[in-house]
T-cell receptor
Framework: DAKTTQPPSMDCAEGRAANLPCNHS???????VYWYRQIHSQGPQYIIHGLKNNETNEMASLIITEDRKSSTLILPHATLRDTAVYYC????WGGGTGNQFYFGTGTSLTVIP | GAGVSQSPSNKVTEKGKDVELRCDPISGHTALYWYRQSLGQGLEFLIY????????KSGLPSDRFSAERTGGSVSTLTIQRTQQEDSAVYLC??????????????FGQGTRLTVV
């Protein structure tokens, strides 16, 4: 079952930074934070993941608090194509059972022109 | 192939019939996942295969649902005696699971099942 909570919806002006929060207060020491997004009628797309350090790639930045109980996904310059549902997931790294991705209800981000 | 492939992309079936949904994962990916997504809802975990280990079937909603993964590659999700509430998009994903390797899951485009 999902171990994260996210706001159901957010708006962001085009060209501005979109900051999507996620609470994962029960995260375990061996669980990573993953972010996916799902654009309408498509399969989910991987964005970024991290353990405790902040991470950045070509799509986004991930800021994880020191106590790891929450994180923020940052899209630095949101475009209309970033309109999607964004899912924050915690998951154990590596193989073995219990390694599923549990998706919550996500945050529906709407980028406004 | 380059990505996860699912077939068919759309399936319309009559209530009570059996259906089979196919997933071709990315070559070399040892983990395979099935999810379903009802209209306007989030993703619901169904089943997870990891290498030769016994699959985690904890998400299957009823005994009408079953899945196989033959030869550690292709997987088939079977729904017997379909009901209207089975109508959803069924998504398959695959990933590597070795420690030290990227283990993000790559999703297919899904099979849209409509039970009439």
């Amino acid at each position: 079952d999902a171990k994260t909570t996210q706001p159901p919806s957010m708006d962001c002006a085009e060209g501005r930074a979109a900051n999507l929060p996620c609470n994962h207060s029960t995260i375990s020491g061996n669980e990573y934070v993953y972010w996916y997004r799902q654009i309408h009628s498509q399969g989910p797309q991987y964005i970024i993941h991290g353990l405790k350090n902040n991470e950045t790639n070509e799509m986004a930045s991930l800021i994880i608090t020191e106590d790891r109980k929450s994180s923020t996904l940052i899209l630095p310059h949101a475009t209309l194509r970033d309109t999607a549902v964004y899912y924050c997931i915690v998951r154990v790294w590596g193989g073995g059972t219990g390694n599923q991705f549990y998706f919550g209800t996500g945050t529906s981000l709407t980028v406004i022109p | 192939g380059a990505g996860v492939s699912q077939s068919p992309s759309n399936k319309v079936t009559e209530k009570g019939k059996d259906v089979e949904l196919r997933c071709d994962p990315i070559s070399g990916h040892t983990a395979l996942y099935w999810y379903r997504q009802s209209l306007g809802q989030g993703l619901e975990f169904l089943i997870y295969f990891q290498g030769n280990s016994a699959p985690d079937k904890s998400g299957l909603p009823s005994d009408r649902f079953s899945a196989e993964r033959t030869g550690g590659s292709v997987s088939t999700l079977t729904i017997q005696r379909t009901q209207q509430e089975d109508s959803a998009v069924y998504l398959c994903a695959s990933s590597l699971t070795r420690v030290g390797k990227n283990t993000e899951a790559f999703f297919g485009q899904g099979t849209r099942l409509t039970v009439v």
